[in-house]
């Protein structure tokens, strides 16, 4: 019995986690990646990050922030993942926090996938003509009519193109969206960047209310990002400045049952999507068939023990005789 009791709990405890890794319509599932995930208090026991690195003018709060720049003129920073990120398909979602006491304030802040790893440069904080993907929160606006700041944007970088201060990217521009008061919001600020490769790129946005995620934009036809970059983030200021504020990086790998992760449609991209998914699901992949594996496993295990009880029973029952 206590062996059927202990399988029991197992079983219930293999069955509450693959729960929590599925989504809302059940088909995606998550795995924490370790290696890009960052929250207090940062630094190791010997004041060092396993995980990331940072150069220039960022400075760590273990009890609250690392600032990539402070509100100074003239600063920038850097902090960028020690490892690659190789996962097909991901989902990272950073709190940060724009802030200061300036009445003009700037530049802004970007957050990197790109081959390149704590190059400071003219690109908030991180170099020019970069091979990846950036993601630039741009509080200050230099020359881009019809378009209210702070604007989030996308650009992609092909290892030649530059990064235009002048009209604030708009020639490179892949995507974006307006953000006012995502500076100095009165809830936790966040964005949240979900990639399925050949699928989807969306960034969404917590700026108005918690748990209220604004679209900043989708695409069902996603630019060609590397397959190795690193994770990172940079910030800089001119003659004007502000606070820039990573909080806390979380990252996770997206992958459906039966390890199709390579061909996942997103879970938020509706029903015309999930019906494109790429072949039959395999009734040999995911939980279920651990569990069964496991259950058959355990059970075989039991009867085992059984036997070998009633055996040796039987033999004590002969020697006395």
Known sequence: MRWLTSLSALWLAATAKAAVSHDDDGNIRSIALRTH????PYLDSDMASRWYDFGGDAIVRTDSYIRLTSNQPSQNGWL???VPL???NWEIEVEFK?????QLYGDGFAMWLTKERGKLGPVFGHSDEFEGLGI????YKNNRPGVVFPYVMAMVGDG???YNKNNDGKDAEFAGCSARGIRHSSVPTKLRLTYFQDKSLKLELQYKKEDDWALCFETNEPPSIPSVTYLGFS???????DNHDIISVKAKNLYTPGGQSGKSSPGSGGQRNRNKSSGPKKSSGGWGWFLFKFLAF???VAGAYVGWTAYRTSKQRTHRF
Not at 37 to 40: A, F, I, R
Not at 136 to 139: K, S
Request: glycine fraction near 10%; proline fraction near 0%.
């Open 80 to 82: 960028f993942s020690r």
């Open 160 to 162: 030649k193109t530059s």
């Open 136 to 139: 630039f929160v741009d509080t």
């Open 235 to 241: 910030a800089e200021t001119g003659e004007l400045s």
């Open 86 to 88: 190789t996962a097909t």
């Open 37 to 40: 995930t960052l929250q207090q």
């Open 98 to 102: 724009i802030h200061g006491k300036n």
């Open 298 to 300: 355990g059970m075989v």
